[in-house]
Structures are given as structure tokens and as C-alpha cells.
Antibody, heavy 118, light 108 residues
Framework: QVQLQESGPGLVKTSETLSLTCTVS????????WSWIRQPPGKGLQYIGY???????YYHPSLKSRVTISVDKSRNQFSLRLTSVTAADTAIYYC?????????????WGQGALVAVS | SSELTQDPAVSVALGQTVRITCQGD??????TSWYQQKPGQAPVVVLY???NRPSGIPDRFSGSSSGNTASLTITGAQAEDGADYYC???????????FGGGTKLTVL
């Protein structure tokens, strides 16, 4: 059974760096596309970016200068790093995985982690 | 603004049929996935690929598309179907995923 679990600080100070980790169980981190999506309070979903099983990354243009997604194969985890945060980055952050190898579209989701910037 | 456009809110009488639509230039080239999100919960995929339903999703959920418009149809809506629904597909370049703005479905 595939499970994803986000973890990280729930509060980040303005101008500092937001760091979240997604721990994966039920599947190898060395396969599939791994994505981050966020949802500001009361608003819709925004796709942040992904890292593929080949290590290719994509970042949303509006975040590209501040975001990094990386993988730690030894821990079966992948991570999100967002620098120079502002209140506009306050959101629930979800990690997700595609259904099959080569499929980017999020299928399995974590429960989400609320991060407030203040 | 989103590359995929959804009506912000739709309502349906209990037991009736409702269609939730998603419009975007890329939809004629790529499949659309649909997600259901209830308050305080993570999104759950209800349709993916070519109108595939994950196990556990009732068959009252179905999909269709025509040109630049994709649709999610709920036939015989139930009270538990009240939720936010998001469409998702590739952007026009095919590089990445984009989400619609979401539709709040109210079952009356």
C-alpha cells in the first residue's frame, strides 16, 4: 500500500526557508514522478513542481527562483525547499506520486502539512 | 490565473445528475484527471487517464470530453458527493501539471 507522509516545521519566519520532507512507503523512491502541490487557506491547488525517477526537475515559473525539489534514496524520501518565504507562501503543502512510472499526474497524495509564514 | 477554467460553484438535487466542466486549450491534447476534496482532507482522485475510476470510486462518477472541454458527471448524486472538485491536466507545452480553480458542489 502506497503511503506518503509530509513532515516539517509548521511555522516559518518571513524571509527564511521552508523545508518539508515526504517519506514514502510502499514503493521505491527510485521510480515514478514525485510532486509537491500547495493549497493556500480557502483557495485552490497550485502545482509546485516535480522530480522524476531520472532526476529531472520541473518548477512552476512563479516559484522557480526560490524552489528546489530533491530526493534522498537512502531514506526513501523527497524534499521541498522554498527560500525567502512571505505570507503568500502560507498553505497546506501536499506531496504526491504518479500512478505508474512515467506518469506525472498526482495519484497518491499525502495528508498535507500546514505551513504558516509569519 | 489558471490555464484550466471551472465554474466556481454548482448545485444538484439529491439523486439527480450533475456535470462539472473544465475548459482549457490543452485538454484536446491530454487526458484530464479529476479530484474530489472534502473539508480538511487531501484531494482524492476520482477519474484519471481515459475516464478510469480508481477502485473504491462509485460508478456514478464518469468522464467525457469534447474539444477543449472535459466533464465530470455524477449520475444520481448522493449527499456524500458534496465537495470541491478539481480538474487537472498538462499545460499547453505538455511540460507539467496544471489544476483548474475548483468547483464547489452542493447537493441539495
Amino acid at each position: 500500500q502506497v503511503q506518503l507522509q509530509e513532515s516539517g516545521p509548521g511555522l516559518v519566519k518571513t524571509s527564511e526557508t521552508l523545508s518539508l520532507t515526504c517519506t514514502v512507503s510502499g514503493g521505491s523512491i527510485s521510480t515514478f514522478y514525485w510532486s509537491w502541490i500547495r493549497q493556500p487557506p480557502g483557495k485552490g491547488l497550485q502545482y509546485i513542481g516535480y522530480i522524476s525517477y531520472t532526476g529531472i526537475t520541473y518548477y512552476h515559473p512563479s516559484l522557480k527562483s526560490r524552489v528546489t525539489i530533491s530526493v534522498d534514496k537512502s531514506r526513501n524520501q523527497f524534499s521541498l525547499r522554498l527560500t525567502s518565504v512571505t505570507a503568500a507562501d502560507t498553505a497546506i503543502y501536499y506531496c504526491a506520486r504518479g500512478l505508474n512510472r512515467g506518469q506525472q499526474m498526482p495519484y497518491y497524495w499525502g495528508q498535507g502539512a500546514l505551513v504558516a509564514v509569519s | 490565473s489558471s490555464e484550466l477554467t471551472q465554474d466556481p460553484a454548482v448545485s444538484v438535487a439529491l439523486g439527480q445528475t450533475v456535470r462539472i466542466t473544465c475548459q482549457g486549450d490543452s485538454l484536446s491534447d491530454y487526458y484530464t484527471s479529476w479530484y474530489q476534496q472534502k473539508p480538511g482532507q487531501a484531494p482524492v482522485v476520482v477519474l484519471y487517464g481515459k475516464y478510469n475510476r480508481p477502485s473504491g470510486i462509485p460508478d456514478r462518477f464518469s468522464g467525457s470530453s469534447s474539444g477543449n472541454t472535459a466533464s465530470l458527471t455524477i449520475t444520481g448524486a448522493q449527499a456524500e458527493d458534496g465537495a470541491d472538485y478539481y480538474c487537472a491536466s498538462r499545460d499547453r507545452s505538455g511540460d507539467h501539471v496544471v489544476f483548474g480553480g475548483g468547483t464547489k458542489l452542493t447537493v441539495l
